[in-house]
Structures are given as C-alpha cells and as structure tokens.
Antibody
C-alpha cells in the first residue's frame, strides 16, 4: 500500500524558516516524480513544487520561487520542502503528492498533510 | 500563467447526472485531471488523461474535453459524492488547479 506521511509543520513567525518532510513507503520511491501542494484554510488547492525522480529537474510556483527549496533523498525514501522568508499567506496544509508516472502531472497518491501556520 | 475557472457550487438530485466544468487555455494542450476532496481529507484522484479512472473509482465518474473546457460527469450521483472537486492541468511552468466546485447532492 502506498503511504505518504508528512511532518514538520507548526507555528512559525513571519520571516522564519521551516523544513517539511514526507516519508514514502509501499512503492519504489526513487522511480517517481513528487510534488508539494498546499491548501490555505478554507481555500482551494495550490501546486507548490515538483521534483523529478532523480532530483535533477525542479519547478516552483511563482508564489514560492526563491523562498522554497524542494529536495529528496532516495536512499531514505524521503521528500523535503525547505521554506524560508515565510509570510502569512504561506499558512496552509502542505501535502506531498506522487506523480502517476512518466511526468504525467497527475497526482495519484497524497499524504494526509501537515499544517504550517505563519503568525506572530 | 493562465487560470483554470470552475463554477463555485453545483447541486444535483440523488441519482441524477451532473457535469462539472473547468475552463482554461492550458486545456487546449493538456488533459485535465480531477480530484475529489471531502472535509478534513486529502484530495483523491478520480479522473486523469483522456478519461481514465484509478482503481477503486466508480465508473459513474467520467471525463471529457473540448477546446478549452474539461468536464467531469457523475452519472447517477450518490450521497457519498458530495464533496469539493478540483480540476488540474499542467502548464508551461508547472501545474495549476482550478478554484474548486462544491457539489451538493440533494
């Protein structure tokens, strides 16, 4: 069974940093592209970032470019999102999501999410 | 980047058919995918590519597209289909979601 478990969320002050993790199991993590998607409280879904299976190709939404860094450790079956210069508008539940395959941009498995709150 | 536009809310009588639409320029070049999200839960992929369903998704869910519009159709809506539905499409620099449609089953 595919499992994605996010962690690392919490309360952080504006301008602060936070590192999210996503632990993957039940599939060959190193073969799949991965994404981060977020959802502000009461709002819709927003794609945040993509990383290829090898980590060589990375994309970001304009809203986080230059502030967030996606990475992965295939030996540890883990995906990460380093967030810096955090703003109130970054407050959201952050989900990691697996790409269906072959860079399809279809997200077939999701974690349960981790809440990031940016507030003083 | 371009946007994906969805009606904020749609309702359907139990057992009837409902279509949820998504409009955007990127849909001229890429198929949409559709996600169902119930309160307090993570999204679930229900339709992708031309009209494919992941295993476990009932066949009452189907997808179609024409020009710049993608549609999700639920034929014989059930009470458990009440949820938020989001379309998604890749674009030139990544991916984007529509604003979501809240489906109410009456």
């Amino acid at each position: 069974e595919v499992q994605l478990v996010e962690s690392g969320g919490g309360l952080v002050q504006p301008g602060g940093s936070l590192r999210l993790s996503c632990a993957a199991s039940g599939f060959t993590f190193s073969s799949y592209e991965m994404n981060w998607v977020r959802q502000a409280p009461g709002k819709g879904l927003e794609w945040v970032s993509y990383i290829s299976s090898s980590g060589s190709t990375i994309y970001y939404a304009d809203s986080v470019k230059g502030r967030f860094t996606i990475s992965r450790d295939n030996a540890k079956n883990s995906l990460y999102l380093q967030m810096s210069s955090l703003r109130a508008e970054d407050t959201a539940v952050y989900y990691c999501a697996r790409d269906l395959g072959s860079t399809s941009w279809y997200f077939d498995s999701w974690g349960q999410g981790t809440l990031v709150t940016v507030s003083s | 980047s371009s946007e994906l536009t969805q009606d904020p809310a749609v309702s359907v009588a139990l057992g009837q058919t409902v279509r949820i639409t998504c409009q955007g320029d990127s849909l001229r070049n890429y198929y949409a995918s559709w996600y169902q999200q119930k309160p307090g839960q993570a999204p679930v992929l229900v339709i992708y590519a031309k009209n494919d369903r992941p295993s476990g998704i009932p066949d009452r869910f189907s997808g179609s597209s024409s020009r710049n519009t993608a549609s999700l159709t639920i034929t014989g809506a059930q009470a458990e289909d009440e949820a938020d539905y989001y379309c998604n499409s890749r674009d030139s620099i990544g991916s984007q979601f529509g604003g979501g449609t809240k489906l109410t089953v009456l």
